[in-house]
């Protein structure tokens, strides 16, 4: 039997633990605390930090694991292409391509002299300065890290040093990026790259809460393909893969689409952290997800054809105040009785796992339609 390590036990580490155990893989979860829902949900739990190269590689060898990876967490990816790498196991992305994805203005830098990547941009090192900007609005955030923390909209000067001191609080090397803040529709799209060329291609429009936490999402959607913006789409990744070298694996790009047509925000090494996989699967009948892994475990991409005609579906998530207390009753206010899938991630009489103090993801559900 094979056995995987999966780097952190929140809930989009559960649907890679699910989906390799479905597989008949004996499954371990590691974290700096026993906490989340992938601490039961795998076979083993592990209390080991996921960004502990070091501790990761002493347990992945000790346990003689056959795949070490993660989904939907950037702060995990260069752990597991360092220890995959040191260890001989299987990986898409090396740490080079890793640590260009994973610091912001390295991007920028390698995606400058493309329209998609020509944004106008500084980068604020420890104790630099940000005199001579004036660029607004802008937008100011973390150089490295994930889940919109740090972030700020600003429209003057005066508030930018508060934002680029708030930003500097979240970004682990201590790096700060402020950028011209781009307007319009957002939309992602998931890649797949084979033999340094993009195979798959699936656009969803990416819509934002409209609350105080900048770029929250509160829905995706799929829905019919536009040959017209597709083509551009297509152009935008093949080019970029090209500029980062990219050979095989997953991307995930988020873009928004200005008046001078789109824009790349940002780059993962790595599948979404919203659960994407589901609504790609049952739109267009194609798990993503369970490709990914089994082309870690040794076997071909699948074919795409099925993306080619999605049904229009939308992925909504159930946002309320951190303090919320689960009840049946909200469950039955918020939940859809058509919908495809349903999935709360708080459980009735608790409130949700706390990371800020304004709003807090409690679950999610796929209907159909957009």
Same mark, same amino acid.
């Given at each position: 039997?094979?056995?995987?390590?999966?780097?952190?036990?929140?809930?989009?580490?559960?649907?890679?633990?699910?989906?390799?155990?479905?597989?008949?893989?004996?499954?371990?979860?590691?974290?700096?605390?026993?906490?989340?829902?992938?601490?039961?949900?795998?076979?083993?739990?592990?209390?080991? #930090?996921?960004? =502990?190269?070091?501790?990761?590689?002493?347990?992945?060898?000790?346990? *003689?694991?056959?795949?070490?990876? /993660?989904?939907?967490? #950037?702060?995990?990816?260069?752990?597991?292409?360092?220890?995959? *790498?040191?260890?001989?196991?299987?990986?898409?992305?090396? /740490?080079?391509?890793?640590?260009?994805?994973?610091?912001?203005?390295?991007?920028?830098?390698?995606?400058?002299?493309?329209?998609?990547?020509?944004?106008?941009?500084?980068?604020?090192?420890?104790?630099?300065?940000?005199?001579?900007?004036?660029?607004?609005?802008?937008?100011?955030?973390?150089?490295?890290?994930?889940?919109?923390?740090?972030?700020?909209?600003?429209?003057?000067?005066?508030?930018?040093?508060?934002?680029?001191?708030?930003?500097?609080?979240?970004?682990?090397?201590?790096?700060?990026?402020?950028?011209?803040?781009?307007?319009?529709?957002?939309?992602?799209?998931?890649?797949?790259?084979?033999?340094? *060329?993009?195979?798959?291609?699936?656009?969803? =429009?990416?819509?934002?809460?409209?609350?105080?936490?900048?770029?929250?999402?509160?829905?995706?959607?799929?829905?019919?393909?536009?040959?017209?913006?597709?083509?551009?789409?297509?152009?935008?990744?093949?080019?970029?893969?090209?500029?980062?070298?990219?050979?095989?694996?997953?991307?995930?790009?988020?873009?928004?689409?200005?008046?001078?047509?789109?824009?790349?925000?940002?780059?993962?090494?790595?599948?979404?952290?919203?659960?994407?996989?589901?609504?790609?699967?049952?739109?267009?009948?194609?798990?993503?997800?369970?490709?990914?892994?089994?082309?870690?475990?040794?076997?071909?991409?699948?074919?795409?054809?099925?993306?080619?005609?999605?049904?229009?579906?939308?992925?909504?998530?159930?946002?309320? /105040?951190? =303090?919320?207390?689960?009840? *049946?009753?909200?469950?039955?206010?918020?939940?859809?009785?058509?919908?495809?899938?349903?999935?709360?991630?708080?459980?009735?009489?608790?409130?949700?796992?706390?990371?800020?103090?304004?709003?807090?993801?409690?679950?999610?559900?796929?209907?159909?339609?957009?």
């Amino acid at each position: 039997m094979s056995r995987a390590l999966i780097l952190g036990t929140l809930a989009g580490q559960v649907d890679a633990v699910e989906a390799l155990r479905a597989r008949g893989v004996e499954v371990h979860t590691c974290g700096h605390r026993a906490e989340g829902p992938g601490v039961t949900a795998a076979d083993a739990f592990h209390l080991v #930090d996921i960004t =502990d190269i070091d501790a990761v590689a002493a347990l992945a060898e000790r346990e *003689e694991y056959d795949l070490v990876y /993660s989904v939907g967490s #950037d702060i995990a990816m260069p752990t597991v292409t360092a220890v995959s *790498e040191r260890l001989g196991l299987p990986l898409f992305h090396g /740490s080079a391509l890793t640590a260009v994805l994973r610091q912001k203005h390295v991007m920028r830098e390698r995606l400058a002299h493309l329209p998609w990547g020509s944004v106008e941009n500084l980068t604020v090192p420890p104790g630099g300065s940000v005199e001579g900007w004036s660029t607004y609005p802008a937008i100011v955030k973390p150089d490295d890290s994930q889940g919109q923390r740090g972030i700020t909209i600003v429209h003057d000067g005066a508030a930018l040093a508060s934002a680029v001191a708030f930003a500097r609080e979240h970004s682990r090397g201590g790096v700060v990026v402020v950028e011209q803040l781009l307007q319009g529709p957002e939309v992602s799209a998931h890649v797949v790259v084979a033999d340094g *060329e993009p195979t798959l291609i699936l656009p969803s =429009d990416r819509h934002v809460w409209d609350g105080p936490l900048v770029g929250i999402p509160r829905a995706h959607t799929i829905e019919k393909p536009d040959p017209e913006f597709h083509a551009v789409v297509t152009r935008l990744v093949t080019e970029c893969v090209e500029a980062l070298g990219v050979r095989e694996g997953p991307l995930y790009f988020q873009m928004i689409v200005t008046g001078k047509g789109p824009r790349v925000v940002e780059i993962a090494s790595r599948l979404d952290g919203c659960h994407l996989w589901r609504l790609i699967k049952l739109s267009t009948g194609v798990d993503l997800l369970d490709a990914v892994l089994g082309r870690l475990l040794g076997e071909p991409w699948p074919t795409w054809d099925a993306t080619a005609n999605p049904q229009p579906m939308t992925l909504e998530f159930f946002l309320d /105040s951190p =303090d919320t207390v689960v009840t *049946e009753e909200l469950r039955s206010a918020l939940t859809d009785p058509n919908a495809a899938f349903v999935e709360w991630q708080v459980d009735d009489g608790t409130a949700p796992r706390r990371t800020n103090d304004v709003v807090a993801r409690l679950g999610y559900q796929v209907r159909a339609g957009t």
